[in-house]
């Protein structure tokens, strides 16, 4: 492979309280020295003290479980899932307050020298990614309507307007019917200018994907991306909105020279929000 077959990433995120007066959502991603790279988003569930709490928990013990084989695999990214759903339901049993505590949680996993992608989640926070304007992946949500959906009984196009929307019968801590995780099936094909969106749905209930995928059009850089995400989120939503955050990854062409190889194991540009 070439020099200009390669990629880097570069990401930035945001995280923000919206209209509540706390923040139960939690953003992360790996710091494994290498190629392969993990990118977590989690949104709690449970009250002041028990959503944030069970975020938190969820990326830490998935980023850990990574670090400990960081191996590009389905089987990689069910065994972050399996460790954090194992540590919310430790953390449980520690406090009365924590008892009901879950989160939903969506990962990106890249191989970005060979170009190949994998989504893993449990719940409804989103993964997407954008060629242009066009989503060609996304994740699944284990949601109430989406079941709806499925089964012919609702239409796709108003999953957003349905009074049950944020019902969910599958999340961290909260999986009674032991539904498996999503997995892709197969590795995503990504490409220099791909846009990668991880996003809790206080971002997907008011901007929809033409939109999202309009925006990553216009932005020529992850940093651009997010600034107009949370200018969309924030033109939308009405007092008493939903926690909302994202992270934006952006494919960039590596034009480095073979012999600066070893700077492209080198973790992602991480950009907050100004």
Sequence with gaps: MTSSDQLRLESASFSHDGGRDYNEDAVGDSDAFGAVRLFMLADGAGGQGGGDVAA?????????EFMRLP??????????????????????S????????ASTFVAFLVDYRLRHALIGNLGDSRC??????????????????QRFIDAGLYPAEKLRVHPKRNVLYASLGAN???????????????????????????????????????????????AQWRDHVVAAVRGRMAPGHDNFSALLIR??????????DDDRTMPPMRLQPA
């Design 251 to 260: 494919c960039v062409a590596d034009t480095q020279s073979p012999a600066e």
């Design 176 to 222: 009674e019917e032991a539904v498996e995780p999503y997995v892709s099936d197969q590795p995503v094909d990504i490409q220099p200018g791909d846009g990668i969106l991880l996003c809790s749905d206080g971002v997907w209930e008011l901007v929809d994907e033409a939109t999202l995928g309009r925006l990553n059009a216009m932005s020529a850089t992850a």
């Design 94 to 101: 520690e406090e009365t307050r924590l008892a009901r505590m």
């Design 71 to 92: 191996a590009f695999s389905p089987d990689t990214l069910r065994r972050c899932m399996v460790t954090a759903d194992q540590a919310v339901r430790a953390k449980q």
């Design 56 to 64: 938190r928990t969820a990326i830490a013990a998935a980023r850990s």
């Design 128 to 145: 997407y990614v954008f060629r242009g304007e066009r989503v060609i992946a996304q994740s699944y949500d284990h949601s109430l309507v």
